[in-house]
């Protein structure tokens, strides 16, 4: 695609101001992938996966541990490890473990079933407090990443107010986050204004004109009323 636009550019007599648009969905990886690079959270996501490796690679643990979900009525679920490579696998291996810490505690706790040794797999009470935060934070951001990867859905128009909303609603501080959750939202934040180059939106960008012309948000209500002017200037000046 940078290609595609680096040779279009070198004939502006024939294609004009040609601006060059990217993945969406990979630029959001992009920024996912360095947040989850903080200490704290590597560290409890190395603690997750050695936990859920010890119940893939015990069959005493796995059928222990369908007692213990059955006994309190929890879903019967397989403990599914993650691709190091695929944030989303991390997300879903985090919310399945805390989905399934009792059972995975009982069955630890025990034993019987359970080696002493082995005992010291199970995740603090930080690391499954911030085990369920992140998995938190990551969850919609999955659900953002599939709708921009879609190859059937044209979401140039959407991109944008997307964007904006994800900063203002769900990567806004709370006053009861961690200190490492508050991180992750502030890298998420400064990693997508980079990428993206909010902070410098010309009225002229592909991605404002084309959600001028978009009838679901051609109000553009991310934008400050000066800029939004300039961006339906520039559309009248095309058409």
Not at 138 to 147: A, D, F, K, Q, Y
Not at 148 to 162: D, F, G, I, Y
């Amino acid at each position: 695609m940078k290609l595609c636009t680096k040779t279009l550019k070198k004939e502006p007599e024939k294609w004009g101001n040609v601006q060059g648009v990217y993945c969406s969905g990979h630029m959001l990886q992009l920024c996912i992938n360095i947040a989850l690079k903080q200490d704290r959270i590597r560290r409890t996501v190395a603690a997750a996966r050695n936990l859920v490796g010890h119940f893939r690679k015990s069959a005493k643990a796995t059928v222990a541990l369908k007692d213990k979900q059955k006994q309190q009525n929890v879903v019967v679920h397989t403990l599914t490890n993650d691709v190091a490579t695929h944030w989303n696998s991390t997300c879903e291996m985090l919310d399945q473990l805390v989905e399934q810490r009792w059972p995975v505690t009982a069955v630890l706790s025990d034993p019987s079933i359970t080696k002493k040794a082995d005992r010291t797999l199970d995740l603090t009470a930080d690391q499954w407090k911030l085990a369920q935060e992140t998995a938190e934070v990551l969850g919609p951001l999955i659900t953002l990443t599939e709708l921009l990867s879609q190859e059937e859905n044209v979401l140039l128009s959407a991109t944008m107010q997307m964007l904006f909303n994800l900063k203002r609603r769900h990567l806004s501080p709370e006053e009861d986050d961690s200190p490492a959750i508050r991180e992750v939202k502030k890298t998420l934040i400064t990693e997508i204004d980079s990428r993206w180059k909010l902070s410098l939106l010309e009225p002229s960008s592909i991605y404002l004109l084309s959600s001028a012309l978009d009838q679901r948000f051609k109000q553009l209500k991310f934008l400050t009323n000066e800029k939004k002017d300039l961006v339906y200037i520039e559309v009248r000046l095309i058409f």
